[in-house]
């Protein structure tokens, strides 16, 4: 019917196909289609046959784009530096699965840990990864996990 629609090329990691934008959403959706922009796309997925290439030949992919909007990266962690970690010790177990999580992520921060108002440095260092503060959390709990900062 002569109306404008979009049809590009695009890809990923694990290959390429074409998406295609057509007339109803091509005015607000065509503009954001820049080569090498990252986008994010929602739409419908058509896998055809190609009669006549053979057994061995890929189908035709093509993606129906109903949604786009270009991927905006997150902002790089600001976290300041994790110096040392100060753990409230409860339990036996808590002492077995920090030594497990100690196995699994060590680093460069101090850990100390705290008893009946008493502190004990230990020997090994621990990661200051967010991941490594939300494993301590899961194991002395949100009260039990302070962190010393640079």
């Keep these: 019917n002569g109306a404008q629609m979009l049809i590009a090329q695009i890809e990923d990691?694990?290959?390429?196909?074409?998406?295609?934008?057509?007339?109803k959403l091509y005015p607000?959706?065509?503009?954001?289609?820049?080569?090498?922009?990252?986008?994010v796309?929602?739409?419908?997925?058509?896998?055809r046959e190609r009669p006549g290439d053979g057994e061995d030949a890929a189908p035709s992919i093509s993606l129906s784009v109903d949604e786009?909007?270009?991927?905006?990266?997150?902002?790089?962690?600001?976290?300041p530096a994790v110096r040392g970690w100060l753990l409230d010790l409860r339990t036996r177990e808590q002492v077995d699965r920090l030594t497990a999580l100690l196995e699994r992520?060590?680093?460069?921060?101090?850990?100390?840990?705290?008893?009946?108002?008493?502190?004990?440095?230990?020997?090994?260092?621990l990661g200051g990864e967010r991941r490594v503060r939300a494993e301590l959390v899961a194991i002395f709990g949100d009260e039990g996990v302070h962190l010393q900062t640079e």
């Design 105 to 125: 992520c060590p680093g460069e921060a101090r850990v100390v840990l705290r008893s009946n108002n008493r502190e004990r440095e230990l020997s090994r260092r």
């Design 13 to 23: 990691t694990t290959g390429s196909c074409e998406a295609i934008v057509f007339a």
């Design 68 to 79: 786009a909007v270009v991927f905006n990266a997150p902002a790089v962690d600001s976290t």
């Design 41 to 47: 796309l929602r739409g419908r997925v058509r896998v």
């Design 28 to 39: 607000t959706l065509s503009p954001i289609f820049v080569a090498d922009e990252i986008l």
